[in-house]
């Protein structure tokens, strides 16, 4: 738990920005946090999933059960999936029974009464969004098959029978639906006469276009199920629509998430075909981005009401939604929405803005019970930063960028008078994200020890509603950009940071956006990226098949637009880039290779810019593992120390090259 701190607290110690020492150490953000995600109820028992970085990062599923918290899976299980290469939905409970995926091979497992037996094992084969049948005997899933050796992997949704006990190498599942390049989210009805789902085609990606359908269920004797008279609820009419998180309530009704309106809202559909009925229309959004399976932001509950995560402004709250009244609720800080559990109350992933992230049980209106914090924070309030929202003019004055800033903060520490901080600015990946208010290491890093930091939902950010996630369309390279440098500007026209020490980090394709950042603006004295994008025409010819069309709208269409995408392409624009440069990369990722940093390293090096690389071995898109974690942390840090010039000896010095021949 934080510290609260004392009004005898002594006065805070004048120091230079950027040098305060932190009691955000390396040890505590490497080592000593895990990663909390995917809560899951079933009756009474609490769910959840922990990667460990102290264990290679593995992630272990979680049991709470009548106040004692155990580990369900044991080494060398490693609950994920690599479906879509970013996973989730990777486990599914029912009545005591589990079924969950093992990451490294794709299998997927059965829990009971006894140790995990495996239901399937068939090479080449990966399953993810995992949803049990009414009776517990049945698990439908996206099954992703990378078997041919040419051409995309293959999707489908299939059904595994939890009784079959026959060689699980030959039990690949019995498809249900195949034909679209990509599926999603089968949800059977309570009663087990529906199953609806999500399907969508290349070029669209799930925030762009897609389709909710639904079938009959029939089954005849001990046979899997089958589908039956398939028809289109939603998303056929030729107009781009997202429909994505579809579930059914207690009466039958199938629900989803659409934003036909202009944002995603809740919707009610009728199995005969009847116009959709939005249950709370609201200039706010009720759902996320499609990156990963098993998105949750509503909940039907047996009252009939409906329990969901609302994003307005780019911050997220809970709201209670009856016969069209949305009235707030009062439950924490949700990442995603509540589960109900057995005899009232509800578990969630609480994502604090002043606390690092927990699974907790609580009541309407009451203080919750924590069952497990990602860390134990040594801070006192004062030393904690906290969002201020920032409504900064776009470039042009084409209207109002949104970004959340923070300004150092120190319960021990301050600034000298008149002396203006460093700023760190942060351009999160996707680029179809946002980035959100909750406590985090990588924003409390910096703010610790004096620096500000600018975290900005640029054009394209959800969150914001259709038409803005929609200015990136076509403009990727161009909008993210120059809303980073508005917003810079914006902050040093206040007065509220020092102009000739901003800094810029980003990872995935918040890389893509520094690497640009740096080429277009002298604003910056250095840039970070983390596995970032360098050759889009690279990333267009070798990315997977998730992403693999996705430039199509943030570019245009490949290899018709290669005159667009070398534009773009940071590798294309080194000659504009003089300011140092720290590459940190994974050498398994599979996302972004690593050939991508290399090939823009050696491009700078040979014009003279100092830049850095380092690569690590086991690690892919985003970091999993302690010793990584700590050394990426610290050289950032050191790297930063070194450019500006800061008044603190680094721990660590970041070897900044040249070309040999250049030197």
Not at 279 to 294: D, K, R, T
Not at 518 to 528: C, E, V, Y
Request: glycine content about 10%.
């Amino acid at each position: 738990m934080t510290q609260s701190g004392g009004s005898d607290r002594p006065a805070p110690v004048t120091a230079p920005y950027g040098t305060w020492p932190s009691p955000v150490s390396v040890e505590l953000v490497a080592g000593k946090t895990v990663s909390l995600s995917d809560v899951r109820v079933d009756g009474r028992d609490v769910y959840w999933v922990e990667g460990r970085p102290t264990d290679a990062g593995r992630r272990v599923l979680v049991r709470a059960r009548d106040g004692h918290v155990a580990d369900v899976t044991s080494a060398p299980f490693d609950v994920g999936t690599r479906v879509h290469e970013y996973g989730g939905g990777a486990y599914a409970v029912c009545r005591g029974r589990i079924v969950f995926s093992n990451r490294g091979d794709g299998s997927v497992w059965l829990v009971e009464d006894g140790p995990p037996r495996c239901l399937c094992a068939g090479a080449g084969l990966r399953y993810a969004d995992l949803a049990f049948s009414p009776d517990g005997r049945f698990v439908f899933c996206v099954r992703e098959d990378h078997r041919a050796q040419d051409g995309e992997p293959a999707a489908a949704i299939v059904v595994l029978d939890c009784t079959d006990t026959t060689d699980p190498a030959f039990n690949t599942g019995t498809p249900l639906v195949m034909g679209p390049d990509f599926l999603s989210s089968p949800r059977p009805s309570p009663d087990g006469r529906y199953l609806a789902w999500i399907e969508w085609d290349h070029p669209a990606m799930p925030w762009d276009s897609t389709r909710l359908r639904a079938a009959s269920l029939l089954q005849e004797g001990d046979d899997p199920p089958r589908l039956a008279a398939p028809w289109s609820v939603a998303g056929e009419d030729g107009q781009a629509e997202s429909v994505i998180e579809p579930c059914w309530d207690r009466s039958g009704h199938l629900l989803a998430l659409s934003d036909r309106s202009g944002w995603w809202n809740l919707y009610r559909f009728d199995t005969t075909g009847a116009a959709p009925v939005a249950l709370a229309p609201m200039q706010a959004e009720i759902g996320q981005p499609h990156w990963v399976f098993g998105l949750r932001s509503y909940v039907p509950l047996d009252d009939g009401s409906i329990l969901a995560m609302v994003i307005s402004e780019g911050a997220a709250h809970m709201v209670s939604i009856r016969d069209g009244a949305v009235d707030p609720v009062a439950l924490g800080h949700p990442a995603a929405c509540p589960l109900p559990v057995a005899g009232g109350g509800f578990a969630w992933l609480d994502a604090p803005p002043d606390d690092a992230a927990a699974v907790v049980y609580g009541r309407l209106g009451q203080a919750a019970h924590v069952l497990r914090r990602a860390a134990t924070l040594p801070l006192a309030s004062a030393d904690m930063a906290r969002a201020e929202t920032v409504r900064f003019p776009l470039s042009g004055g084409e209207g109002t960028g949104h970004a959340f800033f923070y300004a150092p903060a120190s319960a021990r520490y301050q600034g000298p008078a008149g002396g203006k901080p460093p700023l760190v600015v942060m351009a999160h990946g996707g680029p179809t994200g946002r980035a959100s208010t909750a406590f985090s290491f990588k924003v409390q890093w910096w703010t610790s020890r004096g620096f500000a930091v600018v975290d900005v939902n640029y054009g394209g950010s959800t969150g914001f509603g259709r038409a803005y996630r929609q200015r990136l369309e076509g403009q990727w390279g161009v909008v993210d950009v120059d809303d980073c440098i508005a917003a810079c500007q914006y902050l040093a026209d206040a007065g509220r940071v020092d102009p000739a020490r901003i800094v810029i980090r980003g990872s995935s394709a918040g890389g893509l956006t520094v690497l640009l950042a740096l080429a277009r603006s002298d604003l910056f004295a250095a840039g970070t990226s983390l596995y970032g994008v360098t050759d889009l025409r690279a990333l267009a010819r070798d990315t997977h098949k998730f992403e693999s069309r996705y430039l199509d709208t943030l570019v245009g269409p490949y290899p018709a637009d290669e005159a667009t995408y070398l534009a773009r392409s940071p590798i294309t624009q080194v000659a504009d880039i003089r300011v140092p440069v720290l590459f940190l990369q994974g050498l398994d990722d599979r996302v972004v290779p690593p050939a991508q940093a290399e090939s823009m390293v050696a491009a700078l090096r040979a014009r003279g810019v100092p830049c850095a690389l380092y690569e690590f071995a086991g690690e892919g898109h985003g970091f999993r593992q302690e010793a990584t974690i700590r050394q990426a942390w610290e050289l950032e840090l050191a790297f930063y120390q070194q450019v500006l010039k800061l008044p603190a000896p680094p721990a660590l010095k970041v070897e900044l090259r040249v070309d040999a021949s250049v030197a």
